[in-house]
Every structure is written in structure tokens, then in C-alpha cells.
């Protein structure tokens, strides 16, 4: 049975889900652009921590938002969000696109967040290093290469996807779509990584073939305070793959 408790809440309109387990301090999980990896890995951290996981507007269980266009609209949600669920300090984890929105909320609030870890984080436009076109990319391609061990992640994923299932990923890819059509990368973005002043853990794996680990030493350079991890043989979602990494981001984090 799933340690985690869910619950719903009303944020400005927005019908948002969030999992809830464990006792301490809060520790929020934000996901990245798909929900089909699940959450059952963040389990581990409920020992240690109040874990917080979810579902971004437009993702998931959570209601839609057609204004939130831009990634700053999510932000602001989470502000809100924080406050109903009376989180003044917490611990950040997010990946890839939750790397990217958990990087924008703590340059701007950083008071708020002790310690933040970015796995595999989308943003930055690295030319030498280029992340995958996730628009243009059919969604049957990205699943396989989210994980190096596809069997990790098969368990998630129903043996004959139903329309809901189907609905549930379309929804997903149009929300993504509504960020990033126009304009996929924010010219301004890496001017303001300087002001996460907090310790920074950036996790990669090692065979990431959405977003490639070369562009590890990138955000490193423009973080402060931050360290690297490479998980060898570990993909895009390096905990599902290996999952000590979620051991190491508790080490990093406590």
C-alpha cells in the first residue's frame, strides 16, 4: 500500500492534487512534462522528510488552466499553493521540466527553498549539447527513451493503453506544448541562475537521450553553490534506473 496520502485543494480556480506522506521537514518533488513514471520512488524520502508531490495544472489528476502560458503563471500557482498548505521553508526536487520550474521558483524565492536538486533540467539552450525536440518527437519514441532499462518503467505503463490513458498523455503533451511552442528556451533564464545561492545538487545520468548529461557542466557554471552527480547507466529519469540516486539526493538534502 502507498504511503502517500492524496488530497485536493482549490488554487485560484485550479483544481490541483497533491500526494502527501511522512513527517518533517517538507520536501516538494516537482515532476517533469509526463506523469507516466509515477511517484512511488519518492516513498524512500517519507522516512526522513514530509514529502509533497503535485500535480502541476494541466498534468496529471489536476485541473487545467487554458491562461497558464507561460512558465512564470506556474510559479505564481505554487506560491499559492505553498501558502494553503502552510509551507514557508522547504527542501526542492524537481526534474527536467520540474528542474526548469523548481530553478525559476527558487531564483525568485529563495528564501524559501533550503536545498535544491535539479535532475536532468530542461532550459538551457545548449547548442552543443541539444535536448531532444519534445513537441516534434512523437510521444511512442519519448517513453522508451525517458529510462536506459525499459523494464523500470513497463511496470507503470498499462499493457493496453486505454482511452483515458491515451487522453491523459495528449493532455500532458498540448499543456507542454502551450509553454514551449513559441518559444522553447528563455534567452534571460541563465542570467538569474546566479541568485540560487542555496546548495545546488544537479543529477544526470549518465545515458540520458532526452536531455544529454554534456550539459551538466553548463549549469554547474552558473550555479554558485552547486555540485554535480552522474549516475552511470542511469537515463533521463536517473532514479528509476538506479534507484540509490534516491538515497543520494536524501544524503544531499539532510
Known amino acids: 500500500m502507498s504511503k502517500f496520502v492524496r488530497e485536493e485543494l ?17 520536501l516538494v518533488f516537482f515532476h517533469g512534462g509526463g ?4 511517484f512511488e520512488f519518492a516513498e524512500a524520502w517519507a522516512d526522513r522528510f514530509k514529502v509533497i508531490v503535485p500535480y502541476h495544472p ?17 510559479v505564481l500557482h505554487y506560491l499559492e499553493l505553498f501558502d494553503k498548505l502552510e509551507i514557508d521553508t522547504m527542501y526542492l526536487v524537481g526534474i527536467s521540466f520540474g528542474g526548469y520550474l523548481a530553478a525559476r521558483f527558487a531564483a525568485e524565492h529563495r528564501h524559501r527553498v533550503r536545498k535544491l536538486v535539479l535532475v536532468a533540467p530542461y532550459g538551457l539552450d545548449v547548442e ?42 495528449y493532455r500532458e503533451a498540448t499543456t507542454f506544448a502551450r509553454l514551449f511552442w513559441e518559444h522553447p528556451f528563455d534567452p534571460k533564464f541563465p542570467r538569474h541562475l546566479h541568485r540560487l545561492t542555496m546548495p545546488v545538487l544537479i543529477v544526470w545520468g549518465g545515458e540520458d537521450k532526452i536531455i544529454p548529461v554534456g550539459q ?3 549549469w554547474k557554471a552558473k550555479i554558485p553553490h552547486s ?28
Open 10 to 26: 482549490e488554487v485560484n480556480e485550479v483544481r490541483t492534487v497533491v500526494h502527501i506522506a511522512g513527517k518533517g521537514d517538507p
Open 35 to 38: 506523469t507516466v513514471d509515477g
Open 58 to 74: 494541466g498534468f496529471g489528476d489536476s485541473g487545467d488552466d487554458p491562461t497558464f502560458t507561460d512558465i512564470h503563471d506556474y
Open 128 to 169: 552543443e549539447h541539444p535536448a531532444v525536440d519534445l513537441i516534434s518527437t512523437p510521444g511512442e519514441q519519448i517513453v522508451p527513451m525517458l529510462v536506459s532499462n525499459f523494464d523500470v518503467l513497463k511496470k507503470n505503463l498499462p499493457a493496453k493503453p486505454d482511452m483515458d490513458f491515451i487522453g491523459t498523455r
Open 216 to 218: 551538466a557542466p553548463y
Open 227 to 254: 555540485e554535480v552527480l552522474i549516475v552511470p547507466g542511469a537515463g533521463h529519469i536517473a532514479y528509476l534506473d538506479k534507484p540509490d540516486t534516491t538515497g543520494a539526493i536524501a544524503r544531499f538534502l539532510k
